[in-house]
């Protein structure tokens, strides 16, 4: 029943220790293989992947109330998370890494822009600082479908935006996908044991 996360970065070579959650690490897509390959030895049978970019400068926004993010990353984070889901991004790699290497191993992937947006918000904003929801909601099933067209086999979103379960179903169906790939709702990830941490 153990669905283990792995925090994903955007340093190849990271192995980077997390000192709220001890015992756990960043990683880089080059040191996943001498991670886990002891994990499914043991017997792990499913990860999720939490994207979590780290060459970011915190500046100040024109826009009250939200943080400004530069990144050095290939994909520079924008208003509305181009890195998400960049091909050449930490999380569809570590997806297609992850399905070479150990075929029968389940992926969930995370399903979020927060980290990736220049205003750390889970969506795209209107010019007060707002939420636009109906394009955050586009855009979050963007990446979702993406992760799952990289091979995850289920897709977790946590963010709030109304509609993005839906959302996220359609494009899922509309690509081929709605019965290839889970979705997983926030209740039931945050509900689990995995969340305890995060609280």
């Known amino acids: 029943m ?5 925090f994903i970065t955007d340093d190849p070579d990271a192995s980077e220790i997390i000192a709220t959650l001890p015992g756990q690490r960043r990683w880089g897509i080059d040191r996943l293989e001498e991670f886990m390959a002891p994990l499914v030895e043991k017997g792990l049978q499913s990860v999720i992947l939490f994207g979590v970019p780290m060459k970011c400068v915190k500046v100040c926004s024109l826009v009250p109330h939200v943080s400004k993010w530069h990144t050095l990353t290939r994909v520079a ?3 509305r998370g181009s890195p998400a889901d960049d091909p050449s991004g930490p999380v569809i790699l570590a997806i297609k890494k992850l ?6 191993l389940y992926i969930a992937c995370d399903v979020c822009l927060c980290e990736y947006t220049d205003h750390g918000h889970c969506g795209l904003l ?13 855009r979050i099933a963007e990446v979702a479908v993406n992760y799952a067209k990289a091979g995850a086999h289920c897709v977790a979103p946590s963010d709030m935006m109304d509609g993005r379960i839906k959302g996220i179903k359609r494009g899922l169906i509309d690509a081929g996908l709605g019965n290839k790939c889970t979705l997983m709702s ?10 305890g941490p995060f609280r």
């Open 77 to 79: 984070q924008d208003e």
């Open 186 to 195: 926030y209740s039931a990830k945050f509900a689990s044991s995995l969340y």
């Open 2 to 6: 153990l669905m283990y996360p792995i």
């Open 126 to 138: 209107h010019e007060d600082g707002t939420i636009n929801n109906s394009p955050s909601v586009d």
């Open 99 to 104: 399905c070479a290497l150990f075929p029968a």
